[in-house]
């Protein structure tokens, strides 16, 4: 039986329940005659106009209590319909979505949060936000702020800070982005809140690519001028190696000029390195990359220095 044809039922039933009430009281104290009678056989018409009101007021009662509870209903369906259909929808976007109540536990997570902390939605469920959604500065390795405590503590949407790293449950590393908005009731109280993150791993490539372009760039527009302005060999080639190095498209420089009976090394932020490479070179010693670019005459590009350049002495800067 429905909730609401409870309600009718027994507003009906509570009704009935003064009617008899009624009756017993007027019989044991105040009418004499047949219990009967009194019950029903033979009332005045004030009394039954009286016992009738009361009967229908239990009854309207009643039925708008039911109504009441039909709306409700209704509405708890459409709250768990929508509900359901946001669930599905969070599972379904690109960035991932973590979910938490006013004390900041976890109370949802999509599959692409998952996958970026490595947590899923049953092992996180209650947890301390901060325990998944653990995150630090790219350059200094410092935690980093959680953007959801504050969320719950100015009821305001927060963003992350740049260079953010989400650190995975096993180790795994990814730069993000993300935002954290409140949750709130329908009278404005935060009771929770959302975070939205995503991996931006490529971005990150194309703007170190970007920046370190541009480095370079500056380095050779900075050589040109030099090559104008200084004209000692010696100095030029120590001159370069500083530019590449401090306009920063470089780590480090090392430049080895050969004139067919001597060579010259300049270098910069190789430490002794190049006194060794100028040793080898004085005894006769040429390093693979020198063989492979005086071979080929063309840009040689090493990807594993740490295995070619096994033996040189400036393999100890990779």
Known sequence: MKSEHKIILLAVSLGLAVWVLDT????????????TDLLILNLSVH?????????IVFL??????????????ELRQDLQKSGEEMA?????IGDAVIATDKNGNIQFMNPVAESLTRWTISEAFGEPIERVFNIVNEQTEEKAPNPIERVLREGKVVGLANHTVLVAKDGKRWPIDDSGAPIKDDRGKVIGAVLVFHDITER??????????NEVLKAIRNVNQLITQVKDRDEL?????????????????????????SRYVASS????SAVEVQKQFQQGYVPSCFKQVREKDDVHVIKEPKEYCRGCPASGMF
């Open 269 to 272: 932020e190789i430490g002794n």
């Open 237 to 261: 080639l120590d001159g370069v190696c500083r530019e590449l190095v401090n306009t920063r498209g470089f780590n480090s420089a090392c430049i080895v000029l050969e004139d067919g009976v």
């Open 88 to 92: 599905v929808t969070l599972k379904s």
């Open 24 to 35: 017993i009281l007027d019989f044991l104290f105040f009418v004499k005659g047949d219990f």
């Open 204 to 213: 990150r490539k194309s703007e170190k690519q970007i920046n370190h372009l």
């Open 47 to 55: 009394e039954i106009f009286m016992r009738l009101t009361v009967f």
């Open 60 to 73: 309207v009662f009643g039925i708008l209590m039911a109504k009441r509870a039909i709306r409700e209903r």
